[in-house]
Structures are given as structure tokens and as C-alpha cells.
């Protein structure tokens, strides 16, 4: 007779401080997200994304003592996002008319998918008027500049040309439209057709500028 050796038993590993720290964090960026592309900036009040994240205020203030923090916090996020989008666009296997195409496609997935990119507009505008704001977002939005500038960089898509400057501004001021656009109640297949058109001349100076000797 086979006897059943009894189950080991299940060991529940507790949380710790740091992930319900990570858990809050989660919440309060979501949150903040949500708010700022339905109310916008001066109405996205810590007392607000308090309520909304389902977490105390103390709570939330202990990880982000000012407004100015979560925001922060939230164009941090979104850039960690994007990158890892856009790598995963350019790590793809096929030529790199295939991969230039990926990354216009995940350009534009960021603008109609998802409330955080109207939400980092929002942080960005509200940077002229909150001089709080304006200082603990300059050095985290130029710290993703020269992180996304290097990054891009290295998959030779962004050499020292000055025309790649210019480009990328324009499709950061585009999409930047685009998602103003989008708010005010523009039809999606209306951008969608503006998008195409922009990305026809995007696509072409992009590939020439990656021909380009480093």
C-alpha cells in the first residue's frame, strides 16, 4: 500500500514596507493619470488623488510630500514606459524600414491608448504657471531627454545632426496636438488621417537621417 507523504505546508511570504510603499505608489501615479486627463491640472489636488487611489492622505504624502512630487513621479513612469515601447519597436527583427515603421506605429498607440500621455501634456503646460512644479519637473524631464537622446543614440537613429533636432521636435510637438486634439473631442479617424500624412514625411526623413554615417 502506498502511503501519501502529507502536503508541504504553504508558506505565505508577508508583504514588506516596500511593497506596500511599490502598492501606494501604483495607486497614487494611476490616479493621477486618470484625474489629470478627465479634470485637469489645477483641479488634480492631492486631497482628490487621495480619495481616488483609495489610500489616506498621510499615506500618499509620506510617499509624495507635494503635488509637485506626484507629478514627477508620474512623467517618470511614462517615460519608463514609452522607452520600453519604443525598444521593443526597434528591436524587432526585419529591415529598418520595418522598425522605423514599428516606432510610428507605437507613436501613435501612445496618443490614442491610454490616458498618460494627455496627462504628462497637462503636467507640462501647467509647468509655466506652478514655479513649484517648473522645479522638480526640469531636472527629471531633462534627465528623460538625455536618456531617450542616447538611447536613440545607440540603435543610430539619433546622431549628432542637427536636422534629427529638429525632427524629433516636431513629432513631439504632433503628437502633443494630437492628444489636445483628441481631448477637445476630435473624431479618431480624423487624427488618424492627420497622423497618416505626417507619418509619410516622419518615415522618409527618418530613414535618411538613419542612412546617415555616424
Given at each position: 500500500?502506498?502511503?501519501?507523504?502529507?502536503?508541504?505546508?504553504?508558506?505565505?511570504?508577508?508583504?514588506?514596507?516596500?511593497?506596500?510603499?511599490?502598492?501606494?505608489?501604483?495607486?497614487?501615479?494611476?490616479?493621477?493619470?486618470?484625474?489629470?486627463?478627465?479634470?485637469?491640472?489645477?483641479?488634480?489636488?492631492?486631497?482628490?488623488?487621495?480619495?481616488?487611489?483609495?489610500?489616506?492622505?498621510?499615506?500618499?504624502?509620506?510617499?509624495?510630500?507635494?503635488?509637485?512630487?506626484?507629478?514627477?513621479?508620474?512623467?517618470?513612469?511614462?517615460?519608463?514606459?514609452?522607452?520600453?515601447?519604443?525598444?521593443?519597436?526597434?528591436?524587432?527583427?526585419?529591415?529598418?524600414?520595418?522598425?522605423?515603421?514599428?516606432?510610428?506605429?507605437?507613436?501613435?498607440?501612445?496618443?490614442?491608448?491610454?490616458?498618460?500621455?494627455?496627462?504628462?501634456?497637462?503636467?507640462?503646460?501647467?509647468?509655466?504657471?506652478?514655479?513649484?512644479?517648473?522645479?522638480?519637473?526640469?531636472?527629471?524631464?531633462?534627465?528623460?531627454?538625455?536618456?531617450?537622446t542616447r538611447w536613440l543614440s545607440g540603435r543610430r537613429l539619433?546622431?549628432?545632426?542637427?536636422?534629427?533636432?529638429?525632427?524629433r521636435l516636431l513629432n513631439s510637438a504632433l503628437l502633443r496636438?494630437?492628444?489636445?486634439?483628441?481631448?477637445?473631442?476630435?473624431?479618431?479617424?480624423?487624427?488618424?488621417?492627420?497622423?497618416?500624412?505626417?507619418?509619410?514625411?516622419?518615415?522618409?526623413?527618418?530613414?535618411?537621417?538613419?542612412?546617415?554615417?555616424?
Open positions: 500500500m502506498t502511503v501519501l507523504s502529507p502536503s508541504a505546508p504553504v508558506v505565505v511570504r508577508r508583504r514588506t514596507q516596500a511593497d506596500r510603499s511599490a502598492e501606494t505608489r501604483a495607486k497614487v501615479i494611476q490616479a493621477t493619470v486618470i484625474l489629470l486627463q478627465t479634470q485637469g491640472y489645477a483641479a488634480t489636488t492631492i486631497q482628490r488623488i487621495a480619495k481616488m487611489a483609495g489610500v489616506s492622505l498621510g499615506a500618499l504624502q509620506h510617499q509624495f510630500p507635494t503635488k509637485a512630487q506626484v507629478m514627477a513621479m508620474v512623467l517618470r513612469h511614462y517615460a519608463v514606459k514609452r522607452a520600453r515601447l519604443y525598444r521593443r519597436a526597434l528591436s524587432m527583427k526585419g529591415s529598418p524600414e520595418d522598425r522605423v515603421d514599428a516606432m510610428l506605429d507605437t507613436m501613435w498607440r501612445l496618443v490614442t491608448e491610454g490616458p498618460e500621455f494627455l496627462a504628462t501634456v497637462e503636467i507640462e503646460l501647467a509647468r509655466r504657471s506652478d514655479p513649484d512644479l517648473e522645479e522638480v519637473t526640469a531636472p527629471v524631464l531633462k534627465r528623460i531627454d538625455q536618456f531617450m539619433a546622431p549628432p545632426d542637427p536636422h534629427f533636432v529638429e525632427l496636438g494630437l492628444a489636445v486634439e483628441r481631448a477637445r473631442g476630435v473624431p479618431l479617424e480624423d487624427l488618424e488621417r492627420s497622423f497618416e500624412t505626417w507619418r509619410r514625411f516622419s518615415r522618409a526623413e527618418l530613414l535618411r537621417v538613419a542612412d546617415r554615417p555616424a
